[in-house]
């Protein structure tokens, strides 16, 4: 290679080191020696942290001195805040600097990066990792976070190969399996395999909150409930956020879901037990079909 | 004691040696030396499995000979078969025998014990063992299942104190902790906190499975999915009799949580960030406590 830069990044600069941006920083950091990891993050306690915990080798109490010479800018904070730190980047990004995200959702972020960064929005590679936790910030990243992980690499027609390659690159060496989506199929099987669950489960909890008696339910509460409600205890910050991008998908399958609902209802209003049964049952034999 | 069959029951018969009625027979077995468990199922693999594996002295093929001079009867069959089986019981049952169950609902099981037993109500014990699981058969049973477990028994004004008395002995032998509920609180709290998430968990795992492109969903769902619809994978034929068993809570319920939902709904149709966030904060701290 003419240019290691060209391949393998020098320095990266990580703008919210929390779960993700973090466990991106671990991983990275054990996968090359001769690399530098700035870190950015509004939250000043996080950011000590990080430091503290060798996640970064520099923290830095400003957008503009995080992405100033770094070859890659991993934006890593909820999607509903990318267009501010976008905007606030955009201005002092160098010519050549790479920028990627690791949002949970994708439509939305790319139509704010085509909007803020105009031109260089061939230089912006729309990436989702899929490894979530409830817990969140540095403490709970680890550098195997994505190892054997699924993360989606969106293929748009703006991004330019080379910074693609090099996004997939770093990924890789993180231990990540590379999957390719276009924007609308990924904002689509991600808004029902995960951004819908989450809203029934918050809701369930919310359901049982609001009671008067709310503390007798959840005296009674088991395992079923436990696992259900497992990812009601995520950041509601960063949910609010994936909720409002991913609106419209939401909506549309939150009718189907309430469709189906209703057919549920309705059979169970008429007494119509082999139709119960046999709904569970299609979804019993699928569920254990992938669990395998 | 004049009687040591007044508190401590000296045979037995398990009807339904599952895992809820193999892991009762396991614990009365550790607890105590001199007792003898008689086991049917109307499943004969399973029922030979019990024998095999200890969990009962013997197995019986008929209804008549395995309750035949039992001081207890267990009932641990699908709440959908306890009409049938108490129905065929009800004539061998001897003057003194008392009869339990262990269903996960409780209205419809009482109304149909004392339309069956009449008079000799006064002997049954209506008791829900909280200790689910999704697996299900006597290979699934374990001898410390009700270790440390809720067990409700339910406060009626029809079941003597003795008979009572006796099965609560039962099940602390069983290490189980005893709540008493009335009834309607019992199907009202457990519609809730487990019937109700159930459906949920059933219905999205549904909505994907019946999508052309089901494949793709299903592949990139990762773990808030898998917790959230482990519950899914339970028995279609026991959830379809609970469902219809506890219909009544259930389809108001479902009307209750649609109600939430579409409060959801409107937030994010008007893009009511700071409602969606409450929304989803109210639920996170609830869930957060009750892990505590």
Chains 1, 2 share one sequence.
């Not at 100033?68 to 999607?79: N, S």
């Not at 995200?101 to 899929?130: C, M, Q, W, Y």
């Not at 549309?252 to 309430?258: C, G, N, S, T």
Request: proline fraction near 3%; aromatic fraction near 8%; glycine fraction near 6%.
């Amino acid at each position: 290679m003419a240019d290691p830069y060209q391949t393998h990044p020098r320095r990266i600069a990580i703008i919210g080191v929390g779960l993700i941006g973090g466990s991106f920083a671990l991983a990275m950091r054990e996968a090359s020696r001769d690399i530098t990891i700035v870190g950015y993050d509004k939250d000043e306690v996080n950011l000590a942290a990080a430091k503290q915990l060798g996640v970064i080798d520099s923290a830095v109490h400003s957008l503009a001195a995080a992405v100033k010479e770094a070859d890659v800018i991993q934006l890593a904070v909820p999607v509903g805040q990318m267009e501010t730190v976008l905007s606030e980047i955009a201005k002092v990004i160098s010519a050549t600097a790479i920028i990627t995200d690791v949002g949970s959702t994708k439509g939305n972020v790319i139509e704010v990066a085509k909007k803020i960064l105009g031109a260089a929005v061939n230089r912006f590679v729309p990436v989702h990792p899929i490894a979530g936790a409830e817990n969140s910030g540095v403490r709970a990243a680890r550098k195997d976070l994505f190892n054997q992980k699924s993360v989606v690499m969106v293929e748009t027609d703006f991004t330019d190969p080379l910074p693609f390659e090099i996004i997939r690159r770093c990924w890789q060496a993180c231990g990540a399996r590379i999957e390719l989506m276009t924007v609308n199929r990924h904002d689509s099987v991600f808004g029902v395999v995960s951004h819908l669950p989450h809203i029934l489960s918050y809701t369930l909890v919310y359901d049982i909150a609001t009671r008067i008696d709310a503390e007798t339910f959840f005296h009674f509460a088991a395992s079923g409930f436990r696992d259900f409600t497992r990812i009601a205890g995520s950041s509601p910050e960063m949910w609010k956020d994936i909720a409002l991008a991913n609106r419209e998908t939401l909506l549309l399958e939150l009718l189907r879901y309430q469709d189906l609902l209703r057919y549920f209802q309705d059979s169970l209003e008429s007494q119509d037990g082999e139709a119960i049964e046999n709904f569970f049952k299609i979804a019993r034999d699928a569920r254990r079909d992938w669990s395998d």
